[in-house]
C-alpha cells in the first residue's frame, strides 16, 4: 500500500495555538490545515477531505461541540481530537462520551500533541484495512499484507518458476498447506496432481505399498494391482506434510527415491521412473531433530532447497485485522446474512491476544462468532473468557505493584508537565508522599 500523507483540520480562534500546532504536524510529515473558526471549518471540510479534526473546546461563537456534532453527522470517517483548557475539562470528557475521539488539555508539549495524534490516525488506519477488503493481497487464498507475509509470496511466486523441493515450516495453522497448494498450482504442474501425505499416519507395514503402489498379488489381499502416491502425483507434486514425524524407514525411502527418481511397486521388479516435485513441511524444528539425531541429516538437505518460513499469526501486525474481516465475511456470506462489525475494543482484544493457535484459532473463532452472535456488533464480552483473561494477564499480569505504580506516577506527571502539586491532587496523595516515592523511584 503506497503511504499517503494524511490530512489534519486544526480548528481554534486563538492564532498562537495554531501556529505550534502546525508547526509540530508539518514538522512530523501531516498535511495540517487551519481554520479560525467552526464556520469556517465547516466549509472547509464541504470541500476538503480530512482525516482528523483537531478542535478547541471553547470559542467565542459556536463550540468545539457543534463542529463535534456536524463531522460524526456528515464524516463517519473522520476522527476527532478536542483541546481544552482545564477548567473546561469535565465538559470535554463529557462531549468524548458523546463522540469525539479523544482529548488533550492544554497547555501541552509538542510530544504529547503527537503521541494523540499517532494513536488516533493508528486506530483509524486499522479499522479502514479491516473494513476496506478490497486491501487483500489474495494468492489461492492467502491472506496477507504485512511484510513477512510478503517475503512469502515472493518465495511461493519464485518456488512456482522452479520444480526446486521446498520445504514449509511454521506453527500449527499458520497455514502450511495453503502455501504448498499455492506453490503447485502456480506452477506449470498444476495440471497434474497434488498429492499431500500425512507422513505421521502411514504405518511402517504399509509404507511401500502406500508410496510406491503394488502390483496384483503382491501380497494376500493385493487383489488388484495399485498406484502409489509417487506415481499419483508423477508430474505433480507430492506434498510430505509433518515430515519431522516420518519414521527411520520412511525417511530411508525417501531418501532413495529422491536421489534415483526411482522405485518398484511391491511385488515387481521393473523400475519406474517419476518426475515428481516434492514440497515437505513441518511444525517441528528439523534441524533440532537433526542434531538430536532423529531426523536424517542427508535428507534434511535433500528436501531444503528453498524454506518459506510462515510466521506466526502473533507476529503479523494489522494482518489479523485484515483475517479477520475476511473471515466474519465468508461465514456470514456462507449463513446468507450481512456480516457483523466487530466494535473497537474487540478489534484491540484481537490484536493483543497470542494467537497460539494461529491462524485456525482465529478463523475458527470467527465461524463460531458468526454463527452464535445475534446483533450487529461483535464486542470485546463476546469473545470466550479464556481469550479475555489471557489477554488482561499478557498486558498487566508480568508486573509488580510497585511497578505499576511507579509507571502511573510517570504517566501522570508526564501528563501535567511535571507539575507536581497538580500530579500528586490528581494520584490523591500529598505533595510529600509524592516527593518520597519519587526519590525512591530515583525520578525526584
Ligand atoms: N493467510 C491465510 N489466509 C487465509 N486463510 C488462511 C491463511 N493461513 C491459514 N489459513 C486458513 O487456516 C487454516 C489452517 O491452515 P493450514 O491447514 O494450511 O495450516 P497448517 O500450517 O498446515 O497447520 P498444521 O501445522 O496444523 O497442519 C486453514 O483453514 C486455512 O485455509
Ligand atoms: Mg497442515
Not at 515430515?243 to 531418501?255: M, N, R
Not at 502511573?408 to 510529600?432: F, M, P, S, W, Y
Request: proline share 3%.
Amino acid at each position: 500500500m503506497q503511504e499517503q500523507r494524511m490530512t489534519i483540520l486544526a480548528v481554534d480562534d486563538s492564532p498562537a495555538t495554531l501556529e505550534v500546532i502546525s508547526r509540530h504536524l508539518n514538522g512530523a510529515g501531516y498535511q495540517i490545515h487551519t481554520c479560525g473558526s467552526v464556520e469556517e471549518a465547516g466549509d472547509f471540510l464541504d470541500a476538503v477531505s480530512v482525516d482528523l479534526v483537531i478542535t478547541d473546546f471553547k470559542m467565542p461563537k459556536s463550540s468545539g461541540l457543534d463542529l463535534i456534532k456536524y463531522v460524526r453527522e456528515n464524516f463517519k470517517d473522520t476522527e476527532i481530537m478536542m483541546i481544552t483548557g482545564y477548567p473546561s475539562i469535565s465538559g470535554a470528557v463529557e462531549a468524548m462520551r458523546d463522540g469525539a475521539g479523544e482529548y488533550l488539555a492544554k497547555p501541552f508539549t509538542g510530544e504529547e500533541l503527537l503521541a494523540v495524534v499517532r494513536r488516533i490516525l493508528d486506530k483509524q488506519a486499522r479499522r479502514r484495512a479491516v473494513h476496506a477488503g478490497t486491501q487483500e493481497i489474495a494468492t489461492h487464498g492467502i491472506i496477507g499484507e504485512c511484510p513477512e507475509m510478503r517475503t512469502v509470496f515472493d518465495l511461493i511466486r519464485k518456488a512456482s518458476q522452479t520444480s526446486a523441493n521446498v520445504f514449509i515450516s511454521g506453527e500449527s495453522g499458520t497455514g502450511k498447506e495453503l502455501v504448498a497448494r499455492a506453490v503447485h498450482y502456480n506452477s506449470d504442474r498444476r495440471a497434474s496432481a497434488f498429492v499431500p501425505v500425512n507422513c505421521t499416519a502411514i504405518p511402517d507395514t504399509l509404507l511401500e505399498s502406500e508410496l510406491f503402489g503394488h502390483v496384483k498379488g503382491a501380497f494376500t489381499g493385493a487383489r488388484d494391482s495399485r498406484a502409489g502416491f509417487f506415481e499419483i502425483a508423477n508430474g505433480g507434486t507430492i506434498f510430505l506434510d509433518e515430515i519431522g514425524d516420518a519414521s527411520p524407514s520412511l525417511q530411508a525411502k525417501l531418501l532413495r527415491v529422491m536421489q534415483s527418481k526411482e522405485f518398484c511397486m511391491v511385488g515387481s521388479s521393473r523400475t519406474r521412473t517419476v518426475d515428481t516435485r516434492i514440497i515437505a513441511a513441518t511444525h517441528q524444528n528439523l534441524r533440532q531433530l537433526v542434531q538430536q539425531g532423529l531426523f536424517r541429516e542427508d535428507l534434511f538437505y535433500r528436501i531444503h532447497v528453498i524454506e518459506i518460513r510462515l510466521p506466526s499469526l502473533a507476529e503479523r501486525g494489522n494482518d489479523i485485522l485484515l483475517l479477520a474481516n475476511h473471515f466474519l465475511n465468508k461465514f456470514a456470506s456462507d449463513m446468507g446474512r450481512p456480516a457483523p462489525r466487530l466494535t473497537d475494543e474487540a478489534l484491540t482484544a484481537l490484536m493483543h491476544y497470542p494467537w497460539p493457535g494461529n491462524v485456525r484459532e482465529l478463523e475458527n473463532l470467527l465461524q463460531r462468532l458468526v454463527i452464535i452472535g445475534e446483533g450487529d456488533d461483535i464486542d470485546i464480552t463476546d469473545l470466550p473468557e479464556t481469550m479475555r483473561f489471557t489477554i488482561s494477564r499478557h498486558r498487566f499480569g508480568e508486573k509488580t505493584l510497585a511497578e505499576v505504580e511507579a509507571e502511573h506516577i510517570r504517566c501522570v506527571l508526564a501528563g501535567t508537565g511535571d507539575n507536581k502539586t497538580r500530579a500528586a491532587e490528581i494520584l490523591g496523595i500529598d505533595r510529600k508522599t509524592l516527593r518520597e516515592k519519587l526519590k525512591r523511584l530515583g525520578l525526584g
